[in-house]
């Protein structure tokens, strides 16, 4: 089938009833987009008003998308449907005024038939109606927020999803590829086709090749099955991501029919508790990162080039694994993980029957299951990168009989489509026995909490790096939590529902990694979801036991909504889940919004083997009576920076992160002080120096000799902009983008942190401003604005292509610094174009 973007065109806004369209006007106030795009990200924020912290204060409501398109005289006949990769939420498409179909997931891709609604040879129109309100526990954006495709076919051809790709022998001198082909013919005559299949590898050389005829019936489905054999086959892994294209023709008297084409990889997935998970027969340990689907800046916007770019950083700060939190990836973010060498797990819902929020999808979940289900493993089905399926996260029924009968549903569906994957679910123990806790908070320091507690550290006792596992009672969430999840009701109450998986995810419930291996030997587990402090400690249990697979820390990437979960308190300030308003991000991640690596990067690197060279952060001294140690999802309140607006001698305190045994800190060419590294916490040392400005060094040693140092310099006043493009040209697909970093910095390019000052950004040639922003976790500052305050000496801009080509000229001005200019060329062709996992190509006319 012919297969084309249907991005453009479109206009976005506020729907609005039919009796306020007589005052206000049919479009009233639309703006002209480019999709993907987020609805929400434009609306606004505000204290109130709004869905409150967990969504950023952002501003519910409804909308509706508009787009003319012609449809020519020559499609009559032929097969019309639209594919919508995701719309959030309860998206009703009409087309010409006609009511054409609905979707009530935000994150599945789903296909409308266009043909019943539209008029050969004139001008034709859809419109799509969302809505988004009180229905997530973080910032979900709204609207059309992943691409849309035509589709146009013959009306015998292959099905949208209809290719699918399996390699159920691979051995090093040959692996077979199992190519299933779904053809309908939805015509009224029986029709024989032959069936073409060829394969090509990376190079796009044809290494295996195929042929059969097919006859189908009218209004019949069928499914061609060919086997292609590859000799000496290159294997897909994380380290080697190798990847082939299968591509199945139709043809018969007159010439090619349809055609359609699916990228897959090479490689088997086992898992045991002895061996744990092997890809190709190696044992892997997941280093996992769990990710939201927003953008940051781009909100929830899935644009091809800004879900690449996000893999391809999290890939390089060290993770090997992503899991999706708490809904399935998009296209473009498996194709990247494929490319990139990335493992995925990929999740369905947050919950099934039970709701979390007013609105949520548990009021549509009975009624939408499968539909649900169906579409996830159709989408993923061709991606080697994915490797699990995840039914679900902290879902509230879990330890009762009847949610683990509703897991086993979920399950067996997703097993009777596709047998090779894993299955999981990211279970939460504590909500297990949600209705004993009230009891067991009120009795706080008694018996059972002080078995829990006992039970906890017992079972964590060979991977502590210094200091009990559980510290406190329940007053503190990280301790209570890890003590109510080794209690032996949770183990009793979540036993069938874990007996329903391959592979059990735990949340937060590393307590109970040991004690379940000896009442459940055969049973494996994941952390599915982890305090990012506590990694030192996890990732020992990880690498010493077979049963325990990987970790997937909260939260790989920052992400907007449950705003301040992450944010260091101070005494006066209270504890609280949520930060109250302007606070935007959660403030918890590896990453910030922008991409940049935060401290608790570093770390989780040094702790992963990754890194040899020590990584030097220092706390802001404004807080040096009471300095904020790692706990939950809050790293220490510190950046890599040596530049403080405070007094000489100001009492500071330095952290490096290192896996040497003792570290040196150097100030201004003299020894500070030398301190034993893993004295508090493992992989750290940390020191009281007094403020100097000047360089800061700190050197690493193992047994007694140096094993690598990191520095860190005062800045001087900020004296002009540095800009640096990610690229030096960008694709003219609107599927691609530029990220522009713009840092304030010294006569000597040293950034400066605390200088922040208003930039502004302006553009000649053929691009829009996406994005513009900053990684401040607490701010008014919208990301569509042309001017913004920096954050640390950095800004970030994102430019989006507007289909032309040539020279982009993009001027930044900042307040007393002389502004600076940079040149990024748009191409004709280029970049990095979203898409399907099965493409299909033009049939004849």
């Keep these: 089938m012919i297969r084309e973007p249907f991005n453009d065109g479109w206009r976005v806004t506020r729907r ?19 999709l993907p795009h987020d609805a929400m990200l434009a609306g606004g924020r505000s204290a109130d008003g709004s869905d409150g912290s967990d969504t950023g204060y952002h501003r519910p409501g409804a909308w509706r998308y508009d787009k003319e398109f012609e449809v020519p005289a020559s499609w009559a006949g032929k097969r019309v449907s639209i594919e919508f990769e995701g719309v959030y939420r309860d998206a009703m498409v009409y087309i010409n005024d006609a009511f054409a179909g609905q979707w009530a997931n935000g994150y599945s891709t789903f296909h409308l038939a266009a043909d019943p609604y539209l008029r050969y040879g004139r001008t034709n129109t859809i419109r799509v109606e969302a809505q988004a309100y009180k229905d997530s526990r973080w910032y979900s954006g709204a609207g059309i927020h992943r691409p849309v495709h035509l589709l146009v076919g013959d009306l015998l051809h292959v099905t949208p999803t209809g290719l699918r790709v399996t390699t159920p022998q691979i051995d090093d001198e040959l692996a077979v590829a199992a190519v299933a082909t779904e053809v309908v013919n939805e015509g009224t005559g029986t029709r024989t086709v032959e069936v073409l299949l060829e394969v090509r590898d990376g190079d796009g050389e044809i290494v295996a090749a195929d042929h059969a005829p097919l006859t189908v019936l009218a209004g019949e489905r069928a499914i061609v099955r060919r086997r292609a054999y590859i000799r000496h086959p290159a294997l897909w892994s994380v380290e080697e991501p190798n990847l082939y294209t299968a591509t199945v023709r139709l043809t018969d008297a007159g010439g090619q029919v349809d055609e359609a084409r699916a990228t897959f990889g090479i490689r088997s997935v086992s898992v045991d508790p002895i061996r744990g998970l092997r890809i190709n027969g190696a044992t892997v340990k997941l280093r996992g990162a769990c990710v939201h689907h927003d953008n940051g800046p781009l909100g929830s916007a899935a644009i091809a080039r800004a879900e690449e770019r996000r893999v391809r950083l999290l890939k390089d700060a060290g993770f090997n694994a992503i899991r999706s939190a708490h809904n399935p990836l998009s296209t473009a973010m498996l194709e990247a993980c494929d490319r990139l060498g990335m493992l995925v797990m990929d999740e369905t819902f947050d919950m099934w029957t039970v709701s979390k929020t007013d609105d949520d999808y548990a009021r549509r979940f009975p009624q939408w299951w499968e539909r649900d289900v169906d579409a996830l493993v159709a989408k993923d089905f061709n991606h080697p990168s994915v490797i699990f399926y995840s039914i679900g996260n902290e879902i509230l029924e879990v330890g009762t009989p009847h949610g683990a009968r509703w897991g086993r549903l979920l399950a067996e569906r997703i097993r009777a489509q596709d047998p090779t994957r894993l299955v999981t679910n990211a279970v939460n123990g504590m909500l297990a026995i949600m209705d004993q806790i009230p009891a067991l908070m009120a009795q706080g320091s008694g018996a059972q909490a002080n078995d829990a507690q006992a039970q906890a550290n017992d079972a964590q006792a060979q991977a502590n790096a210094g200091g009990p596992a559980v510290e406190g009672g329940f007053n503190d969430l990280l301790d209570g939590m890890g003590a109510l999840t080794a209690l032996p009701e949770v183990g009793e109450r979540i036993a069938e529902s874990a007996a329903v998986l391959d592979v059990v995810g735990l949340n937060y419930g590393d307590s109970r990694y040991l004690t379940d291996h000896q009442t459940h030997p055969n049973r494996v587990v994941v952390g599915s979801e982890t305090f990012p402090t506590l990694i030192d400690r996890y990732w020992k249990l990880v690498t010493e036991h077979g049963h325990i697979i990987g970790d997937f820390t909260w939260t790989g990437w920052d992400y907007l909504g449950e705003s301040g979960i992450g944010r260091p308190t101070y005494p006066g300030e209270g ?21 940049r690596r935060r401290p608790i990067s570093y770390y989780r690197e040094t702790v992963y083997g990754l890194r040899r060279t020590p990584y030097l952060a220092v706390q802001r001294p404004e807080h040096r009576e009471h300095p904020f140690r790692p706990k939950a999802w809050a790293w220490s309140d510190s950046i890599a920076g040596w530049t403080w607006d405070v007094p000489a001698g100001t009492p500071v305190t330095v952290e490096a992160y290192t896996d040497a045994d003792e570290i040196e800190f150097v100030l201004n060419g003299t020894t500070a002080a030398r301190v034993p590294v893993g004295t ?45 493009p990610d690229r030096p040209h960008l694709g003219a697909d609107p599927q691609d983008l530029a990220y522009l970093d713009i840092h304030l910095v010294d006569e000597h390019a040293t950034i400066n942190p605390i200088s922040d000052r208003t930039v502004t950004v302006d553009l000649d040639g053929p691009v829009t401003l996406q994005a513009l922003g900053t990684a401040r976790p607490s701010t008014e500052e919208p990301f569509h604005a042309t001017s913004c305050t920096s954050y640390e000496g950095h800004a970030l801009a994102v430019l989006r292509p507007t289909g032309g080509e040539g020279p982009v000229t993009v001027t930044v001005r900042a307040d007393g610094l002389p502004p600076a200019t940079v040149t990024i060329e748009v191409r004709q062709p280029g970049g990095t174009v979203s898409g399907t996992a099965t493409r299909h190509e033009p049939a004849r006319s």
């Design 680 to 724: 508090d916490k493992a992989y750290l040392a940390t020191a009281e120096l007094p403020y100097q400005p000047g360089t800061l060094e700190a050197v690493a040693y193992r047994d007694g000799a140096e094993t690598g140092r990191c520095r860190l310099l005062t800045a001087g006043a900020a004296a002009r902009l540095r800009l640096t």
């Design 16 to 34: 609005t009833s039919i009796f306020e369209l007589f005052t206000a006007g049919d479009g009233a106030g639309a703006v002209s987009v480019t």
């Design 575 to 595: 504890p609280s889940f949520g930060a109250p308003y302007p606070w935007l991000t959660a403030s918890t991640g590896d990453l910030d919004i922008t991409g």
